[in-house]
């Protein structure tokens, strides 16, 4: 595996004007807002000449008359988060945090990124994609497992479009609103158990989080909005032979995937031990509620510090 380096020294970055690119046009705007106001209040008080750039149409022109020297990636879901940014920015020669457009495009497509688990022998839930809502609906009774099931949008983060379906009239109300997202449709098996996440930073698995979620499941909601009661505890309170096996498929689904800097990936830990990975987020959010910032503080490394760990990772990957 190759691992990719950055290509700046803390000196030589402290030179550059660094752009940090938050926004966009997804559904997850709202996130990547907060993300990109974090990240650009942390690298300032660091002393980092910062250029602010809510990511749109006319990004090229704005990097160019910013004079941007390295991008630092806050831009969640379409459009950002799918390999598209990653792109611009490499004909553009300007490096960047994060992984590049073959991970990026994989990690943001669930079913792509399904097939790359499986082939890895990452363990994963059982799934069917379905290329439109009229084939997931008549396919409905037929599933090869029973309910409850997920159904999700294959290229949608941050939960949106995700539905815990428990009856068939459920799941074709989930199917019709996921639909209305990009991609496919991902219809999975429903696995039952605690809600943790794993974090990677530049090919280490920094620990696992626990999520108790007050919600039936740790959506939008449970994620973004204060006082939702959701709990976070660190290090997770997993026997020792379970944390090790989240933090060996975390890793495993990063390395997979070919992810470089921080990834996030979310994980089932049955009743029974058994763990399945669900997804792993190529660009993690940077909020004050997001879990990446949490594992890495529980490892000691504050939010400015982890901030400027990614910017010196920035680099072409093409």
Same mark, same amino acid.
């Given at each position: 595996?190759?691992? @990719?380096?950055?290509?700046?020294?803390?000196?030589?970055?402290?030179?550059?004007?660094?752009?940090?690119?938050?926004?966009?046009?997804?559904?997850? +705007?709202?996130?990547?807002?907060?993300?990109?106001?974090?990240?650009?209040?942390?690298?300032?008080?660091?002393?980092?000449? #910062?250029?602010?750039?809510?990511?749109?149409?006319?990004?090229?022109?704005?990097?160019?008359?910013?004079?941007?020297?390295?991008?630092?990636?806050? #831009?969640?879901? +379409?459009?950002?988060?799918?390999?598209?940014?990653?792109?611009?920015?490499?004909?553009? /020669?300007?490096?960047?945090?994060?992984?590049?457009?073959?991970?990026?495009?994989?990690?943001?497509?669930?079913?792509?990124?399904?097939?790359? /688990? &499986?082939?890895?022998?990452?363990?994963?839930?059982?799934?069917?994609?379905?290329?439109?809502?009229?084939?997931?609906?008549?396919?409905?009774?037929?599933?090869? /497992?029973?309910?409850?099931?997920? #159904?999700?949008?294959? +290229?949608?983060?941050?939960?949106?479009?995700?539905? @815990?379906?428990?009856? +068939?009239?459920?799941?074709?109300?989930?199917?019709?609103?996921?639909?209305?997202?990009?991609?496919?449709?991902?219809?999975?098996?429903?696995?039952?158990?605690?809600?943790?996440?794993?974090?990677?930073?530049?090919?280490?698995?920094?620990? &696992?989080?626990?999520?108790?979620?007050?919600?039936? /499941?740790?959506?939008?909601?449970?994620?973004?909005?204060?006082?939702?009661?959701?709990?976070?505890?660190?290090?997770?309170?997993?026997?020792?032979?379970?944390?090790?096996?989240?933090?060996?498929?975390?890793?495993?689904?990063?390395?997979?995937?070919?992810?470089?800097?921080?990834?996030?990936?979310?994980?089932?830990?049955?009743?029974?031990?058994?763990?399945?990975?669900?997804?792993?987020?190529?660009?993690?959010?940077?909020?004050?509620?997001?879990?990446?910032?949490?594992?890495?503080?529980?490892?000691?490394?504050?939010?400015?510090?982890?901030?400027?760990?990614?910017?010196?990772?920035?680099?072409?990957?093409?």
């Amino acid at each position: 595996m190759t691992v @990719i380096r950055g290509a700046f020294s803390k000196d030589e970055l402290k030179h550059k004007r660094v752009g940090v690119l938050y926004g966009g046009l997804s559904a997850e +705007r709202e996130v990547s807002l907060r993300t990109g106001a974090a990240v650009a209040e942390a690298l300032r008080s660091l002393g980092y000449t #910062v250029v602010d750039i809510d990511v749109g149409k006319d990004l090229p022109a704005r990097l160019v008359a910013e004079k941007v020297d390295v991008a630092w990636l806050a #831009v969640h879901g +379409r459009y950002g988060e799918d390999g598209s940014l990653q792109g611009l920015l490499e004909s553009m /020669f300007i490096p960047y945090t994060g992984s590049g457009v073959l991970a990026s495009a994989l990690g943001m497509d669930k079913v792509y990124a399904k097939q790359v /688990f &499986v082939a890895h022998d990452i363990p994963t839930p059982a799934y069917r994609a379905f290329q439109d809502e009229a084939s997931a609906l008549a396919a409905g009774d037929s599933l090869p /497992f029973p309910f409850p099931v997920v #159904v999700k949008p294959s +290229r949608e983060g941050s939960s949106v479009g995700v539905h @815990i379906c428990k009856t +068939r009239d459920a799941y074709d109300a989930a199917v019709r609103d996921a639909a209305k997202y990009a991609g496919t449709l991902l219809v999975e098996q429903f696995v039952k158990g605690r809600e943790v996440q794993g974090g990677v930073l530049d090919d280490e698995a920094l620990g &696992v989080i626990e999520v108790r979620a007050a919600r039936e /499941f740790y959506d939008y909601d449970a994620k973004y909005k204060a006082g939702t009661g959701t709990q976070y505890l660190f290090p997770a309170p997993l026997p020792p032979d379970q944390y090790a096996r989240v933090n060996e498929v975390c890793l495993g689904a990063h390395r997979a995937l070919g992810c470089a800097g921080g990834s996030r990936s979310d994980v089932i830990v049955t009743e029974g031990g058994a763990v399945f990975l669900l997804e792993t987020n190529t660009l993690p959010g940077m909020t004050a509620t997001s879990l990446l910032p949490k594992i890495a503080a529980g490892r000691g490394i504050d939010f400015p510090s982890l901030c400027e760990r990614l910017l010196q990772g920035a680099c072409l990957k093409a």
